[in-house]
């Protein structure tokens, strides 16, 4: 089997939904696929009409094939301190052709208010390891491990793009959608995310390759650095972040991944990505793309970071692959 889903970005890029199939008949469902989380959740009939504002939801009533997971309940936050809980169906999945029949369908039965003011999203689609599923008593599988087995290969790719729209294609590569080789490099998944290691300007940096997360976060010595080639560039306080003005030319920035013996392969983010967007309506200062992850404690290759290259997510071999395109 294999499947090809249409990623559609939202805000500037800060999202990228897809559109998901779930139950009998279909109710499809914008949702945000985040491989740095394993939670299937989505807005529902069952959260508070308070809490709804414009979003699609699922009504597990209305499904067939919907079956309560009975005593089951789930609960997670995040790291822009977002969050949400509530109770599981089991029901029918299919993303971009590729069915699931009894996959964890997480209802909401509370949003925090970001998930409430964000009308374009009903929900998150987790695509990291089910290791840190957060459905309890019984632990469920995300719909990639669900689908892995009857995959034509055990892998999924992302082809995220700037102001356009991308593709997430699970259980093959097409080779049209990037250009020359795909370097692959190993995954720590200890912490369930897809953690690997990069070289910045001869720097290892060991992070995460996160669809859900909107900017790069990085070390201060190489933020810092960076910065340092923008006139003007500063962090600020009240903005959390290094700002500089938006007529600023900004350096590319690159990093290279697989560097062992072959010279592994170099993934450059053009400088236009990093120039993120004004803090303000005037558009005199705008904000980065690439911050400090000082006070998050993890490294987080984001959207920013994801949309210059075609990556692999490979499942069988705990690898990933990194493209140009
Ligand atoms: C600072 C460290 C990470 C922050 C990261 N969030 C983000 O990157 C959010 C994403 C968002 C987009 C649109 C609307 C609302 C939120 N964007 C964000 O904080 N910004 C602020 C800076 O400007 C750019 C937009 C995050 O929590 N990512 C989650 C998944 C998101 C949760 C909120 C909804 C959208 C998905 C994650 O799963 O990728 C995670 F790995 F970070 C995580 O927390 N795993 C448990």
């Given at each position: 089997d294999s499947g090809s889903v249409t990623a559609s970005p939202r805000q500037q890029d800060t999202e990228y939904l897809c559109p998901v199939q779930i139950g009998s008949p279909a109710q499809t469902l914008p949702l945000d696929f985040d491989t740095g989380s394993s939670d299937l959740w989505v807005f529902s009939t069952d959260t508070p009409r308070s809490e709804v504002n414009g979003q699609t939801v699922y009504d597990a009533s209305s499904s067939s094939s919907a079956k309560r997971l009975s005593g089951a309940t789930w609960k997670i936050s995040y790291g822009d301190g977002s969050s949400s809980s509530g109770i599981v169906y089991l029901d029918t999945v299919t993303v971009g052709g590729l069915t699931v029949s009894r996959q964890a369908v997480e209802a909401a039965k509370q949003v925090s208010s970001s998930f409430s003011r964000?009308?374009?999203?009903?929900?998150l689609l987790g695509l990291a390891f089910s290791s840190i599923n957060t459905v309890s008593p019984n632990q469920q599988k995300t719909f990639f491990d669900n689908a892995m087995p009857h995959l034509d290969a055990p892998l999924f790719t992302a082809d995220l793009k700037h102001n356009a729209d991308g593709r997430y294609n699970f259980?093959?590569?097409?080779?049209?959608?990037?250009?020359?080789s795909i370097s692959y490099t190993p995954v720590d998944n200890s912490q369930g995310f897809w953690g690997f290691t990069a070289t910045v300007d001869g720097t290892d940096v060991t992070g995460i390759a996160d669809t859900g997360t909107t900017l790069i976060y990085l070390p201060d010595s190489i933020v810092t650095s960076y910065y340092?080639?923008?006139?003007?560039?500063r962090y600020d306080s009240s903005n959390a972040g290094y700002i500089f003005p938006c007529g600023s030319s900004m350096p590319d920035f690159s990093f290279n991944v697989g560097g062992g013996g072959g010279g592994g392969g170099t993934v450059t983010v053009p400088g236009s990505y990093v120039n993120?967007?004004?803090?303000?309506?005037?558009?005199?200062t705008c904000f980065g793309g690439l911050q400090s992850d000082s006070s998050i404690g993890i490294s987080i290759f984001g959207d920013i970071a994801l949309k210059a290259a075609f990556v692999v997510f490979d499942g069988g071999n705990k690898q990933l692959g990194w493209a140009a395109k």
């Open positions: 964000d009308t374009s999203s009903s929900g259980g093959y590569i097409d080779k049209s959608a990037y250009t020359g340092s080639q923008v006139s003007g560039a993120f967007a004004p803090t303000d309506q005037t558009g005199q």
